[in-house]
């Protein structure tokens, strides 16, 4: 039974000029007209909205007449795109819908008249509230101010029922957990498990976005808890079932490697990705490198890589961008330096360029999220520190990390006889180390006279024997 609307006198923020404007067309047009969805959550919490969405009695092919520039996104389902003065609006018929027999979409919609029915179809009672753009007054059928000055994520009608139609809904009640710090309703809660096998129908572009999300959140550890917890990991992130009753290691022995990792992913910065996903599986290929020497102390040989390893094929399974996975990757392969004060300004400079200059800050955050994952929250280390001053430094003495800082090139080595392909290869690589050594032969007359050193002494001889008949 569709309870009757809660009218509620709207006083909150300012709706946008334009976005009044366009209500107008409807309303004049002798159409019934809503801001619902995520918008009315923020204004109901006196946040600023982002994006607006409409719910109209009128069909796809009435709106159509009413605006310059509508794009038909989503016809199938009553939905067209209104762009409006600069304005991007998502419109959609009021509809219900039949049963979710795959767990994903409803088999069938069916298009509505009554604003409190579409609402009922919503996913969670922060979300099922409207705006009546013609009365200025808030519709809120399901209690959702309620829930959101009570601090909970709460399913409209049956938990079960609705986490079970689309079990995408199972992850965004999570990402909402997290994103406002808001509790699971207990019957909310309570539905996740038994819904969580139905992960398996949405596709891992859509998990991608929701983690996404979660990933952005001031404390995403809570949303792995409860992935954990729920049984929700098996069916979105399998990889990290093995870490969740493996060992950290020695230095942290009574912690689990599971938490070890949502905790380092805590202490990295919300607005960081890369460094985000670095901090979370830095350490995923502990078990399968897990040993103990003979006086029983635990090894991980070689953990770097098996980590680096998996993280790439978790993130290419999940669709994240190439850049995103390379970054991820280096990140988690490197993150193993340990740095002392007695290493050279040579050391210095070798270190930074295996790992690339752009990849050091990151390297020492990581380093440092990583002691706060066993540790709990800590000052950065008077050793990174270091590290970091020791490193800008040498990038402002303006010394070469890579082959392409050299002072000279292929061509210039060519034109003293150094042929292209391997050889040339070896010879920039062993210039490279040089001027590691010493930058200050980082000149093109030194650069050649070293290169022409080096050809004659190392590979002209090689090509003499080679050219020698049988």
Same mark, same amino acid.
Request: proline share 7%; aromatic share 6%.
């Given at each position: 039974?569709?309870?009757?609307?809660?009218?509620?006198?709207?006083?909150?923020?300012?709706?946008?000029?334009?976005?009044?404007?366009?209500?107008?067309?409807?309303?004049?047009?002798?159409?019934?007209?809503?801001?619902?969805?995520?918008?009315?959550?923020?204004?109901?919490?006196?946040?600023?909205?982002?994006?607006?969405?409409?719910?109209?009695?009128?069909?796809?092919?009435?709106?159509?007449?009413?605006?310059?520039?509508?794009?038909? /996104?989503?016809?199938?389902?009553?939905?067209?795109?209104?762009?409006?003065?600069?304005?991007?609006?998502?419109?959609?018929?009021?509809?219900?819908?039949?049963?979710?027999?795959?767990?994903?979409?409803?088999?069938?919609?069916?298009?509505? /008249?009554?604003?409190?029915?579409?609402?009922?179809?919503?996913?969670?009672?922060?979300?099922?509230?409207?705006?009546?753009?013609?009365?200025?007054? @808030?519709?809120?059928?399901?209690?959702?101010?309620?829930?959101?000055?009570? &601090?909970?994520?709460?399913?409209?009608?049956?938990?079960?029922?609705?986490?079970?139609?689309?079990?995408?809904?199972?992850?965004?009640?999570?990402?909402?957990?997290?994103?406002?710090?808001?509790?699971?309703?207990?019957?909310?809660? +309570?539905?996740?498990?038994?819904?969580?096998?139905?992960?398996?129908?949405?596709?891992?572009?859509?998990?991608?976005?929701? @983690?996404?999300?979660? @990933?952005?959140?001031?404390?995403?550890?809570?949303?792995?808890?409860?992935?954990?917890?729920?049984?929700?990991? +098996?069916?979105?992130?399998?990889?990290?079932?093995?870490?969740?009753?493996?060992?950290?290691?020695?230095?942290?022995?009574?912690?689990?490697?599971?938490?070890?990792?949502?905790?380092?992913?805590? +202490?990295?910065?919300?607005?960081?990705?890369?460094?985000?996903?670095?901090?979370?599986?830095?350490?995923?290929?502990?078990?399968?490198?897990?040993?103990?020497?003979?006086?029983?102390?635990?090894?991980?040989?070689?953990?770097?890589?098996?980590?680096?390893?998996? +993280?790439?094929?978790?993130?290419?399974?999940?669709?994240?961008?190439?850049?995103?996975?390379?970054?991820?990757?280096?990140?988690?392969?490197?993150?193993?330096?340990?740095?002392?004060?007695?290493?050279?300004?040579?050391?210095?400079?070798?270190?930074?360029?295996?790992?690339?200059?752009?990849?050091?800050?990151?390297?020492?955050?990581?380093?440092?999220?990583?002691?706060?994952?066993?540790?709990?929250?800590?000052?950065?280390?008077?050793?990174?520190?270091?590290?970091?001053?020791?490193?800008?430094?040498?990038?402002?003495?303006? &010394?070469?990390?890579?082959?392409?800082?050299?002072?000279?090139?292929?061509?210039?080595?060519?034109?003293? &006889?150094?042929?292209?392909?391997?050889?040339? &290869?070896?010879?920039?690589?062993?210039?490279?180390? /040089?001027?590691?050594?010493?930058?200050?032969?980082?000149?093109?007359?030194?650069?050649?006279?070293?290169?022409?050193?080096?050809?004659?002494?190392?590979?002209?001889?090689?090509?003499?024997?080679?050219?020698?008949?049988?």
């Amino acid at each position: 039974m569709i309870p009757d609307p809660e009218l509620i006198p709207y006083r909150g923020t300012r709706l946008p000029q334009r976005l009044e404007e366009a209500a107008q067309v409807f309303i004049q047009a002798g159409y019934q007209v809503y801001l619902v969805g995520g918008a009315v959550r923020s204004l109901v919490m006196k946040r600023a909205p982002s994006d607006f969405d409409l719910a109209t009695d009128a069909h796809p092919h009435q709106i159509t007449p009413l605006f310059r520039r509508v794009i038909p /996104t989503g016809i199938a389902h009553g939905t067209v795109t209104v762009l409006y003065r600069g304005l991007s609006l998502e419109v959609t018929t009021f509809r219900s819908e039949g049963t979710y027999s795959d767990g994903r979409r409803p088999d069938s919609v069916t298009f509505g /008249t009554s604003i409190v029915e579409d609402l009922s179809r919503r996913d969670f009672t922060m979300n099922a509230m409207a705006i009546d753009m013609k009365r200025q007054v @808030l519709i809120d059928p399901y209690g959702g101010r309620h829930d959101i000055n009570e &601090g909970q994520v709460r399913a409209v009608g049956d938990a079960a029922t609705r986490l079970g139609e689309d079990a995408l809904r199972i992850l965004r009640a999570v990402r909402f957990s997290v994103q406002l710090d808001f509790a699971l309703a207990p019957d909310t809660l +309570a539905a996740l498990a038994p819904a969580a096998p139905k992960l398996s129908a949405v596709s891992v572009e859509r998990v991608r976005i929701e @983690l996404e999300k979660m @990933l952005a959140s001031p404390q995403p550890s809570r949303a792995f808890r409860l992935f954990r917890d729920h049984g929700i990991l +098996a069916h979105i992130l399998p990889e990290f079932l093995p870490c969740i009753s493996a060992n950290t290691g020695d230095d942290a022995p009574e912690l689990p490697l599971y938490e070890h990792l949502i905790r380092s992913m805590d +202490a990295t910065p919300d607005n960081r990705l890369e460094l985000r996903l670095a901090a979370l599986l830095h350490d995923i290929g502990k078990p399968n490198t897990e040993t103990r020497d003979t006086d029983g102390s635990l090894r991980f040989i070689g953990h770097e890589k098996e980590s680096a390893r998996i +993280a790439s094929e978790l993130l290419k399974r999940l669709c994240f961008p190439t850049r995103v996975i390379r970054a991820v990757e280096h990140l988690v392969l490197h993150h193993m330096f340990f740095y002392e004060p007695s290493w050279s300004s040579a050391a210095v400079r070798r270190f930074i360029a295996r790992v690339g200059r752009d990849s050091v800050g990151d390297l020492v955050q990581l380093r440092h999220a990583d002691s706060c994952g066993k540790h709990g929250p800590t000052k950065p280390s008077p050793l990174l520190n270091e590290l970091l001053q020791r490193v800008e430094y040498e990038n402002q003495s303006a &010394g070469a990390f890579t082959i392409r800082d050299l002072a000279i090139g292929g061509n210039d080595l060519a034109a003293i &006889g150094v042929k292209k392909g391997p050889e040339m &290869g070896k010879v920039l690589e062993e210039l490279l180390e /040089t001027v590691l050594d010493d930058p200050d032969l980082n000149t093109k007359p030194r650069l050649l006279q070293i290169a022409r050193r080096l050809y004659e002494t190392r590979f002209q001889p090689l090509v003499r024997r080679s050219e020698e008949p049988n």
